[in-house]
């Protein structure tokens, strides 16, 4: 077993000062936690692999394709691999659990 903790994690983000930190890797799988600041730009390009996001905190808009939602703690959004996506308008401080499968490369 593997077992983590946001809080511990988001540390160990912050101290490699990046916006992401993947903490966990598998054959088919992997996970990380992204955070953006409120204000700050989402650089994300399209990935390869499938993703899912959990927002563990914070409020934001995020476009995926032509769909727009907002999210906040405890939403979850699935992104097709190959398709265009950005959080934006971000309110409060965004902090998300991305699982990518296959695993990110």
């Given at each position: ?25 598998e054959r088919n ?54 398709v265009a996506h950005?959080?934006h308008h971000i ?15």
């Open positions: 077993m593997k077992a983590f903790r946001l809080d511990e994690l988001e540390a160990e983000r912050a101290a490699n000062e990046g916006a992401y930190l993947q903490f966990l890797r799988m992997s996970v990380g936690l992204y955070a953006l600041n409120a204000g700050e730009h989402d650089p994300q390009k399209p990935h390869n692999q499938d993703e899912v996001y959990l927002v563990v905190s914070g409020r934001a808009s995020i476009t995926v394709g032509l769909e727009t939602t907002e999210v906040g703690r405890g939403s979850v959004v699935y992104v097709p691999a190959g950005k959080f309110s409060e401080d965004l902090r998300v659990l991305v699982v990518f499968s296959p695993p990110e490369a």
